[in-house]
């Protein structure tokens, strides 16, 4: 079975090159491949014998399929998983025709230090694990023949991050091949110059390369199409007369009349073709989305998007999917990206690493900003085993593949250098910042540069010294916002980390107005942590260099000048498990948890992000007799709020100056609490939690009940206890265990909890606070898929999804 579907593979590979072969042909390159965790030297080459090995698609992560570990040299700030080294292995034929074409791997991303081969010739090294690069293969393939390309990963050298990064080749490959003349890897530049109502000018600058051994004569132009697939534009048709051996670069202009502009609220997308012909003949065709768009920082008033106002409500975002660790995933990152959206995320700033590509063209498509970050350091190490030991024969050609990658995405405005780089604090950093930017502006000046900085006095902030920023992104320290315009005149700000707030979905101290700093900055008074690991959801637990989320709202909501702010951090993520020690192993930094599931600040955040009404009322009604309980409510568009216990009133509440929730300190009685938010002294909303009996059921609600039978697509599963009335349990927790018939399989489990110690790959998971998520995922194959869930004492919950 397994060699019928490798010939298959084969030959869907070879259909699709021979059926392109006279353009460009860009084949999916992640099915089919083999793969051994461990080190063999011999693997490299061709006539290894590796039946033995396991057969498996890309994306993968190897370190997310391991058991958590206090033992693993990464350790919990690196998320308590396995580094180690791995082999991939794949064989696939090119056909007679390809022998006088150009055919090169692209790599989106390998972590870390990886290494190729084709047919046992040495292609290179890369060691960033964040970055992408490719190999020509021409030389070297076997035409008609199988061909055997192989990659070592290296990650054994531990620790080498500040959080989990995951292993392996963790995001998409692909397989291109081309005519002898062509446009190079991201030889096609669009910008937008000139925009207004009546026309926008769209420049397009060209990198043609030749590969051959003697000049050409070709045409080479450009057609715009716009969303509906409508041509509305095309460039003048350029003959190019003499493209000497090696390449040839050419800049032209086209316009668009009456042009739909792209923005957070409408992201409208166009898509220019650009195309060379010879003697008549289409040699190349690459296809380019963009999005027609301006902005500009003001000192004074901040951030504009087409020329109108925009605050910059983002976050910061690592790279990993929780359970399905750091493999890119389309469905994950959509649902990610869903979850902040709805909560009034505009901006995303990826911190501290280039994203996937594929992750950058969802931001267009759904309408987000992109701030894309080159590194976490430079020559001076955070960990022993760091990018610091490539800085200085890698910094160059990585920071250049960021920008050629992620030039023409829309979604992407600023670039960012670094992150809290320890050369600011001396002269080293004035150096080597202006290098950076130099590198960044000799290929894109549409697009400003920045650099999270945390020293914000100019006689200590080395970095800014270099004169290179465009604009200061400063990270926290959001009690001298005032004197920054004075300490820097005529700069623009951004606020590029807010908050690290601290949080666990569910858990309540109280009392919630006293303020806790953990951990503690050396001054105050040691916090003693939970002894179930947790930290209290209401908006008053941080750490010493943060703030709460409430503050950090405010302080920028209250200067003009602040463009916005990166909350950190949008999602919680695997690592870095702040302020615990083991066996956390993720972190609690998020607005939603690891799981995907919202905390309580998630509606702070919608409250004030979204225009959508909102009125929100936590904690649960589960709590014992003669407790104290402190209720909190996030409401907008109402001008009050009146509370009710069992149908009697507590009484209204606005919200005061500088404060965005309203608060009652009520003596718990079991039953009902209810909250209904006024306008003009009309009911807007309401909402009531009422007190649950014992566990009695499962609940499972599924995301999506349809997803696609392509081998990658997604559903996530929420799992619910709920009592014999239907209410939801918040506060007893459940095993439960997962099977699945049909075609697909599951693919993670999880709960949100940062102190779960149990694999995220197993099938069986006890609930936190009540929840817990399955995250089923489909094979190349339609068909009903059947998900169980099962408990002691509950019975079972099944769900049906469909895979077409």
């Known amino acids: 079975m397994k060699l019928i579907k490798n010939i298959l593979l084969v030959v869907a590979l070879l259909l699709s090159l021979i059926s392109s072969a006279q353009v460009r042909s860009i084949v999916d390159f992640n099915n089919g491949w083999k793969f051994f965790l461990g080190n063999d030297s011999l693997a490299s080459n061709a006539n290894y014998n590796d039946s033995k090995w396991r057969s498996l698609n890309l994306p993968h992560d190897w370190s997310i399929e391991s058991n958590f570990s206090s033992s693993f040299p990464a350790t919990n700030q690196g998320g308590a998983l396995p580094g180690g080294t791995g082999w991939y292995r794949k064989t696939f034929t090119v056909p007679l025709s390809f022998k006088n074409r150009i055919t090169r791997i692209e790599f989106d991303g390998v972590y870390k230090n990886s290494e190729v081969w084709i047919n046992g010739h040495y292609l290179g090294k890369r060691p960033y694990g964040y970055i992408n ?46 005519n002898n003349i062509a446009l190079a890897e991201a030889g096609v530049f669009i910008t937008t110059p000139v925009i207004n109502k009546n026309k926008a000018t769209v420049s397009v600058k060209y990198n043609v390369s030749n590969t051959g051994n003697q000049k050409e004569i070709v045409k080479l132009y450009t057609d715009v199409y716009d969303a509906t697939g409508k041509k509305v534009a095309t460039s003048k048709h350029i003959v190019l007369r ?36 010879r003697n008549g003949q289409l040699i190349d065709e690459v296809k380019t989305t963009f999005g027609i768009r301006s902005f500009h920082f003001d000192a004074a008033n901040g951030f504009f998007l ?163 920023l465009d604009v200061l992104g400063f990270n926290y320290k959001l009690y001298d916002y005032a004197e920054l315009p004075n300490r820097f005149p005529g700069q623009s700000f951004v606020a590029t980390e807010t908050a690290s707030a601290l949080s666990s979905r569910g858990s309540y101290d109280m009392p919630s107005d006293s303020n806790r ?33 409430e503050a950090a709202l405010l302080a920028v909501n209250k200067y003009k000048f602040m463009s916005g702010m990166f909350v950190w951090s949008g999602f919680d993520f695997i690592g870095e498990p702040v302020p615990y020690a083991w066996p956390a192993r993720s972190s609690y930094y998020g607005i939603v948890d690891l799981a995907g599931f919202p905390k309580d600040v998630y509606y702070l955040y919608q409250s004030e992000w979204t225009t959508k009404p909102v009125l929100y009322l936590f904690p649960h009604w589960n709590h014992n007799n003669g407790d104290t309980v402190d209720v909190w409510s996030y409401y907008n568009n109402a001008d009050e709020v009146e509370l009710f216990l069992n149908g009697k009133s507590l009484g209204s509440k606005s919200k005061p100056n500088d404060v965005l929730h309203v608060k009652w ?140």
């Open 133 to 178: 690069f490719s190999y020509d293969l021409t030389p070297h393939l076997n035409y008609g023949k199988p061909n055997v390309i192989a990659v070592k990963v290296d990650n054994s050298l531990q620790p080498d991050s500040r959080w989990y990064s995951g292993s392996g080749i963790y995001r998409d490959l692909k397989l291109v091949s081309t």
């Open 242 to 277: 003499s493209i000497p051996v090696g390449g040839y670069s050419y800049a032209d202009e086209l316009q668009i009349n009456t042009p739909l502009l792209w923005s957070t609220a409408k992201p409208y997308l166009y898509k220019a073709v650009t195309r060379i012909e």
């Open 306 to 468: 087409n020329n109108q106002p925009l605050k910059i409500q983002g976050v910061c975002m690592h790279h990993d999917l929780g359970a399905l660790g750091a493999a890119y995933n389309h469905a994950a990152a959509k649902r990610q990206l869903k979850i902040l959206k709805e909560m009034g995320v505009n901006a995303i700033r990826f911190s501290h690493n280039p994203p996937a590509a594929a992750l950058l063209d969802l931001c267009d498509e759904m309408g987000f900003l992109v701030q894309v970050e080159a590194f976490d350091m430079w020559k001076k190490k955070k960990n022993k085993f760091d990018y610091n030991l490539y800085f200085d024969e890698w910094h160059e050609r990585d920071v250049q593949a960021m920008v050629l990658r992620d030039r023409n995405h829309p979604s992407v405005f600023m670039w960012s250098i670094g992150n809290e780089i320890r050369e600011q604090f001396d002269s080293t950093g004035t150096t080597i910042a202006k290098r950076l930017v130099d590198l960044i502006k000799a290929i894109d000046t549409t697009r400003p540069v920045t650099c999270a900085l945390t020293e914000n006095f100019p006689e200590k902030n080395f970095i800014w010294k270099s004169g290179a």
């Open 517 to 549: 700093l953990w951990p503690p900055d050396g001054k105050t008074p040691t916090v003693k942590g939970n002894a179930d690991m947790s930290v209290s959801a209401y908006d008053h637990v941080y750490a010493y260099w943060g703030s709460s989320h």
């Open 665 to 804: 300190r009520v003596p718990y009685q079991p039953g009902v609490i209810k909250a209904i938010s006024k306008k003009n002294g009309k009911a807007i909303l309401t909402k009531e939690i009422r007190t649950s009996g014992t566990p009695a059921k499962i609940q499972l609600v599924a995301d999506r009940t349809k997803i696609k039978a392509n081998g990658t697509d997604l559903s996530f599963i929420t799992v619910k206890l709920l009592d014999k009335d239907g209410n939801p349990v918040p506060d007893a927790d459940q095993l439960i265990e997962f099977s699945v018939t049909g075609p697909g399989f599951l693919a993670g489990t999880d709960n949100g909890f940062p102190a779960d110690s149990t694999s995220l790959k197993n099938h069986k998971r006890k609930t936190w606070k009540g929840m817990a998520l399955a995250i089923i995922q489909s094979q190349q194959k339609k068909g009903n898929i059947t998900v169980t869930a099962k408990s002691a004492g509950l019975g079972m919950s099944v769900i049906s999804l469909k895979s077409e």
